[in-house]
Nanobody, 118 residues
Framework: QVQLVESGGGLVQAGGSLRLSCAASGSGFSAYSMGWYRQAPGKQRELVAS???????NNADSVKGRFTISRQNAKNTVYLQMNSLKPEDTAVYYC????????????WGQGTQVTVSS
């Protein structure tokens, strides 16, 4: 069982930066792949960036070159550094933890609002 709490969202002007944090509690954090998703009103939730337990990262085309996902296993925390923000980045951002063994374990935080003004 893993509990996830996002923080760091807020209001920022276009071109600005934010760093989101996701703090995990529970067991086995270092073994989970972690991801950041976002969902805008009327839109489906989409994957923004992910990082495996081994540190391999992947980013959506829409954020490549602007967002960076990282993790600090000693702190049970994953981060999303968001630079050069655009109004199109406005959404609720969710943290996800996923691990597949004999079954898939999938956990979600409650989300943090990011609003980018023009």
């Amino acid at each position: 069982q893993v509990q996830l709490v996002e923080s760091g969202g807020g209001l920022v002007q276009a071109g600005g930066s934010l760093r989101l944090s996701c703090a995990a509690s529970g067991s086995g954090f270092s073994a989970y792949s972690m991801g950041w998703y976002r969902q805008a009103p009327g839109k489906q939730r989409e994957l923004v960036a992910s990082i495996t337990s081994g540190g391999r990262t992947n980013n959506a085309d829409s954020v490549k070159g602007r967002f960076t996902i990282s993790r600090q296993n000693a702190k049970n925390t994953v981060y999303l550094q968001m630079n050069s923000l655009k109004p199109e980045d406005t959404a609720v951002y969710y943290c996800n933890a996923k691990r597949t063994l004999a079954r898939t374990y999938d956990y979600w935080g409650q989300g943090t609002q990011v609003t980018v003004s023009s």
